[in-house]
């Protein structure tokens, strides 16, 4: 079968895009791969699905695959493109646009300059919800990895955007073992599901550098969730403000965490909004 398809980045985070309101096949986790692949399919980080509504109260259901064919909960970066893509093709007039991932409900936002505002919802400390193994709730853990035959000791936060996060803390990030520490802690026993691994570098109180390896595709050149969890985790040390510039290897997001009280702590429920560019790159058919 032809399958039509678009190719779109959210600062080099790359996607490509499958519309299924207006035609209706199913892709299995082995075509799912071919796409991916950057030298036998189309080549992207994320496969993006735009499928029906499984629910009344939104407009679209927003899936995510990974390059390993497998489902993930969210994407940040591709819900700024899933919403270019259904504003662009006439799929709906609204905004903001209401969409279903598997596992919550997001509001995309586009404004007059074609940038887009997602609303990610709150970030969650608990470790059942990540998840991750252990006793109690804490900003900070440590775990002991092997790499390359030797063990390290690494700290770092731990929560969920909808999709797992831990986030080290780092002085360079230039100098930081993104790879390795990445590939060991995100396969780490203590996640069960896989984790995220963001490197966080604080510039100023309203200003990051940012690296993320993420699970199930390895270092990307931006990551939207990462991001929002890298700042959640800021404030929560008491090193950044409300409205932070996120610099990854793919230009820059601005995250907005407002804070309902100054203790508020992990329990802060308001919710992250994201803001950033998207880019279409080209559309085509491939046959599977």
């Known amino acids: ?126 470790p059942a919800m990540i998840p991750f193994k252990s006793e109690s709730r804490e900003l900070q853990y440590s775990r002991q990895l092997e790499i390359n035959g030797e063990s390290l000791t690494v700290s770092f936060s731990a929560l969920t955007m909808g999709n797992p996060h831990a986030v080290l803390l780092v002085e360079d990030l230039d100098k930081s073992a993104v790879k390795d520490i990445g590939r060991a802690l995100g396969s780490h026993p203590d996640f069960p599901a896989g984790v995220n691994v963001g490197f966080m570098q604080i510039l100023a109180e309203d200003e990051i550098a940012l690296r993320v390896f993420e699970r199930g595709s390895g270092e990307t050149l931006a990551c939207g969730t990462g991001a929002c969890a890298a700042v959640a985790t800021g404030c929560l040390l008491g090193r950044l403000g409300d409205t932070v510039k996120v610099h990854l290897p793919g230009g820059q997001l601005k995250i907005h965490w407002p804070r309902q009280q100054q203790d508020d702590g992990p329990d802060n429920q308001a919710s992250i909004i994201m803001t950033g560019p998207t880019t279409t790159v080209y559309e085509g058919t491939i046959e599977l």
């Open 1 to 126: 079968m032809k399958i039509p398809f678009t190719k779109m980045h959210g600062l080099g985070n790359d996607f490509v895009v499958i519309d299924r309101v207006n035609n209706s096949f199913n892709l299995s986790a082995e075509q799912i791969r071919y796409l991916s692949d950057r030298h036998f399919g189309i080549g992207c980080d994320q496969v993006l699905l735009i499928d029906p509504p499984s629910d009344p109260a939104v407009e679209f259901d927003y899936r995510i695959f990974n390059i390993d064919g497998e489902e993930v909960e969210h994407c940040g970066n591709g819900a700024r493109c899933f919403a270019s893509y259904v504003h662009d093709k006439g799929l709906t007039r609204s905004n903001p646009i209401l969409v279903k991932t598997v596992n919550r409900i997001l509001e995309l936002a586009i404004d007059e300059q074609g940038e887009v505002s997602v609303d990610m919802g709150p970030p969650d400390f608990s």
